[in-house]
Each structure stands twice: as C-alpha cells, then as structure tokens.
C-alpha cells in the first residue's frame, strides 16, 4: 500500500499542473467571466455615480474572473486530483430545466415554474433523495416569489390566470 501511494506521489510531483480539478473547473469560469465581459462591451456602463444597465454584469464578471484566476494559480501549486471521468447527464439536464423555466415562466408563473425547473434539474443526479428535493424545491421556490415578486417588485405573475 505505501508503494501505491509513493507512486502516486512521485505522478503528481511529475506533473505541471498538481492539481488539475481545480485548474480546468478555474479555467472553465475564467472563460465564462471572459465571455460574459466580452458579450456585456456594448452595453453602457457606468455615468459618474449612476450605474448603467452593464455596470452589475460587468462587476460580477471582473469577480469571477479574479477568483477564479487565483484558484487557477492556486492549483499549480497545491496537492489535489486529478478530474475524473466526466458525466454529460448533469449539463444536459440543467440546460434542459433552464430551457424549461424560460419556456414556461409566461404560461404558468413563478410558483409552478420554479417548482418544475427544480425538479428537473434534480434528474441531472442518480443520488437525488425525492423527498429532501422537493422539500427544498418548495422552499426554493416560496424564497424565489418572496424575492422577485415581494422585495424587488418585479413583475412576475405568481400563479397562472386560469388558477386566479
């Protein structure tokens, strides 16, 4: 067993990059953040003290890509493994939900769609426990009208009409 585990030492001590997790999952939000700053470029920021439509975009971007970057540096220089095998499953079933919501949210409403995006997205996993899930999908979505439709009054309908 210690043979193994100098051998291991000795493969990690061997590579540029010790802690390649950590460094690919940086440099996929570093990419994001770049993205996300390059698509925000045309939209005003801002106007001496007045924030424009792209200035909260534009910070959360900057954010990102600062955090992100240090865990990138970070990860050339601490112990960690190595990525593993990747799952598609989970990005097609969050993408799935994320379509879902955006179709949805007219017809049905904050409540019902909230609800059924997170549920959805609970598929993404085959450890998903249903009834901590939908505990947590109810709570999610009563946080999300108390939010967006309570305390920054946005114009959401809650339920759909034919519920009203």
């Not at 001496?48 to 975009?57: D, L």
């Not at 959360?60 to 095998?85: D, H, K, M, R, Y």
């Not at 499953?89 to 997170?118: E, H, K």
Request: glycine share 8%.
């Amino acid at each position: 067993m210690s043979d193994h585990l100098v051998a291991k030492g000795e493969t990690n001590a061997r590579r540029r990059i010790r802690n390649p997790r950590d460094f690919w999952g940086s440099m996929a939000l570093v990419l994001l953040a770049l993205v996300a700053l390059w698509l925000t470029r045309d939209i005003p920021g801002m106007d001496g003290p007045q924030f424009g439509p792209g200035t909260v975009p534009r910070m959360f971007a900057v954010c990102l890509l600062l955090l992100s970057g240090t865990v990138a540096i970070w990860s050339v220089f601490s112990e960690g493994e190595n990525p593993g095998q990747f799952h598609l499953r989970g990005l097609v079933v969050v993408s799935i939900s994320v379509v879902v919501f955006a179709v949805l949210i007219q017809p049905l409403g904050l409540a019902i769609t909230t609800f059924v995006s997170f549920m959805i997205a609970a598929l993404g996993t085959n450890e998903t426990r249903w009834i901590e899930v939908t505990i947590v999908a109810v709570l999610f979505t009563v946080a999300s009208i108390l939010l967006f439709v309570y305390g920054l009054a946005l114009q959401f309908t809650i339920f759909p009409r034919f519920l009203q």
